[in-house]
């Protein structure tokens, strides 16, 4: 049974840094093209980042250019999202997804993407 586990969240003021991870079992993320999306309260689920296969390739929408890092490590089959400069909108719950189809590059559509976590809340509030 493949699972992806968020963890990572939390309650952050304005400003400050969270890392989310996301941790597979089942399958091996080195496998597998990685996206990061996140859905905030009446809106539409948004990726915002995502890393290909060969590591080669990572993919930032441009509100979070310069602020939201993913990364891998295979050896402990997790992707990191590391956030810097949190902003108020950037509160969501954040998911991480899995996809066999994309390997040199990735992107952010979601219907790509075969096996989702369950998601771990980023709220950022003073």
């Not at 309650?11 to 079992?25: D, E, F, K, T």
């Not at 996809?99 to 075969?114: A, G, I, K, W």
């Amino acid at each position: 049974q493949v699972q992806l586990v968020e963890s990572g969240g939390g309650l952050v003021q304005p400003g400050g840094s969270l890392r989310l991870s996301c941790v597979a079992s089942g399958i091996s993320l080195e496998h597998f093209a990685i996206g990061w999306f996140r859905q905030a309260p009446g809106k539409e689920r948004e990726g915002v980042s995502c890393i290909s296969v060969t590591d080669d390739t990572t993919e930032n929408v441009d509100s979070v250019k310069g602020r939201f890092t993913i990364s891998r490590d295979n050896a402990k089959n997790t992707v990191y999202l590391q956030i810097t400069n949190l902003r108020a909108e950037d509160t969501a719950t954040y998911y991480c997804a899995a996809t066999s189809e994309l390997y040199y590059f990735c992107q952010h559509d979601d219907q790509l993407y075969d096996f989702w976590g369950q998601g771990t809340q980023v709220t950022v509030s003073s």
